[in-house]
């Protein structure tokens, strides 16, 4: 099978309505996208099993959802307003700008191919700055919040006392976060607005070598649970001169993306840096106290942080298949049942309305449980392919048999076998199968 190249996806997504290019009738603002009717589902899929698997399922982590807007001292503490940059140089022949570190030859532009015209890096700040209230002055600056973990760190001390944790336990926020990305690109693999899907797990100082790798093992599972295959997946730890200045260690998931290697998902040790900092500039004491040693210590945080936006186009591209059935191409989205924007499409065979009606009802019932597409347009044929397309797992062909004995066919998307089954226990039958 041909390996997907990025226009391939990109051109589905945009055909299909995964993802359009925001304000597009405006010619478009670069590295701003919309996600449309099945790019939304498809989102929303992964967000719910990322929650799902680290904050339902367990015991011990619990969620959050903090304000975008925070005060400027939370970015100040953090390190973020004087160190949360990127090197720029700016090539004197065309004025492109680029990140230094993502240049392949650091003496040619990528956009021009002049050698030796780029000026003297100077680092730039990512963050957004605006300002809260009617005046536009430097005590009114804000920013929007580059990253979600922020938020966990200043509610701790909330968290920790509102719902009785003791260590370890973990925090989850899954929310938006906006980068000036210098050079953003790769349609949606680096925007400047984007999705995270973070946790901040607290445990004790002697402990977090043990919980850095257990999280390592249950990110890398959560990929291949969801159907990502395992040998586009790969653990690479940072070198000493990659570890951010709060790091005793970092390692990358990556996937392997149609133009390389590239981070899906960050796993760090993020030691005591950001506990103790907060507590230092807001004058509040966040250390944990452990009743049974009588100790108050500052937890290390184990910080698993994933980009929900990232993520979703990773398991497109993992998703996406081409192949030839009787002489005919087909494309096919073989995304895990979880994940599939349309669980079930209801198709009746022919416009006439003694199917419509039958094929409305169906729709409608099994809407209690799943998201359905009714399909009515073009030929059956040509509607199988449309559903492949988009990876919806089942499709119900109502027909003029069903009229006579009350029973549908069911098509799997995957093998593409069909079974009679009687409408009374349709909903059955899908269940059965969508787990």
């Known amino acids: 099978m041909t390996e997907p190249t990025l226009d391939t996806i990109s051109n589905l997504a945009k055909k299909r309505g995964f993802v359009f290019q925001s304000s597009e009738i405006y010619g478009g603002i670069r590295s701003a996208y919309d996600y449309g009717p099945l790019g939304v589902e498809l989102l929303r899929n992964v967000k719910e099993e990322w929650w799902r698997a680290m904050v339902q399922s367990r015991s011990d982590v619990v969620g959050i959802d903090s304000a975008i807007l925070q ?11 004087e160190a949360f940059s990127d090197p720029l ?27 030796g015209t780029f000026t003297e890096p100077r680092l730039f700040n990512l963050m957004f700055r605006t300002y809260m209230g009617p005046v536009e002055e430097e005590d009114n600056l804000i920013y929007l919040r580059p990253e979600t973990a922020q938020g966990i760190f200043t509610n701790f001390e909330n968290i920790r006392r509102t719902n ?16 000036n990305e210098i050079t953003p690109g790769q349609f949606v693999f680096r925007t400047r607005e984007f999705e995270q899907m973070e ?38 730890s940072h070198g000493p001169e990659e570890l951010s200045h ?69 398991f497109l591209i993992d998703a996406y298949h081409e192949e030839t059935v009787n002489d005919e191409p087909r494309t096919v989205l073989r995304l895990n049942h979880r994940l599939a924007p349309y669980k079930v499409a209801v198709l009746p065979l022919s416009k006439k309305k003694e199917l419509i009606e039958p094929a409305e009802r169906i729709a409608a019932e099994l809407r209690r ?21 988009i990876g ?18 069911v098509r799997d998307r995957d093998t593409m076998k069909q079974d009679r089954v009687s409408m009374d226990r349709l909903a059955e039958h899908l269940a059965e199968r969508l787990v």
Not at 164 to 179: E, H, N, T
Not at 207 to 214: G, K, L, M, R, V
Not at 369 to 389: A, F, H, K, P
Request: charged fraction near 30%; glycine fraction near 4%.
């Open 246 to 314: 709060y790091s005793a260690g970092t390692v990358d998931i990556e996937y392997r993306f149609p133009w390389d290697w590239d981070e899906l998902e960050g796993i760090a040790n993020r030691t005591d840096f950001d506990l103790k900092q907060h507590s230092e500039h807001s004058g509040q004491d966040l250390r944990y106290y452990d009743p049974e040693t009588d100790e108050r210590f500052f937890p290390y945080v184990i910080e698993p942080a994933a980009g929900a936006t990232r993520t979703t186009f990773a």
């Open 392 to 409: 919806t797992p089942y499709a119900v062909t109502v027909d003029f048999d069903s009229l006579e004995d009350h029973a549908v066919t």
């Open 164 to 179: 009785r944790l003791k260590l370890p336990f973990g925090i989850a926020q899954v929310g938006k976060s906006f980068r």
């Open 199 to 236: 946790m901040e797990y607290f445990v004790r100082p002697e402990e977090a070598d043990e919980w850095f790798q257990y999280w390592q093992e249950q990110r890398f599972s959560w990929y291949t649970d969801l159907g990502m295959t395992e040998s586009n997946l790969r653990v690479r």
């Open 71 to 81: 005060a400027r001292e939370v970015w100040k503490a953090s390190g973020h307003e």
């Open 89 to 115: 140089v700016e090539c004197r022949n065309c004025n492109a700008r680029h990140r230094v570190d993502k240049l392949n030859d650091p003496n040619t532009c990528p956009a021009c191919g002049k050698s």
């Open 369 to 389: 449980r799943w998201m359905v597409e009714l399909d009515l347009t073009q030929s059956i044929g040509r509607r199988y392919r449309r559903q492949d397309e």
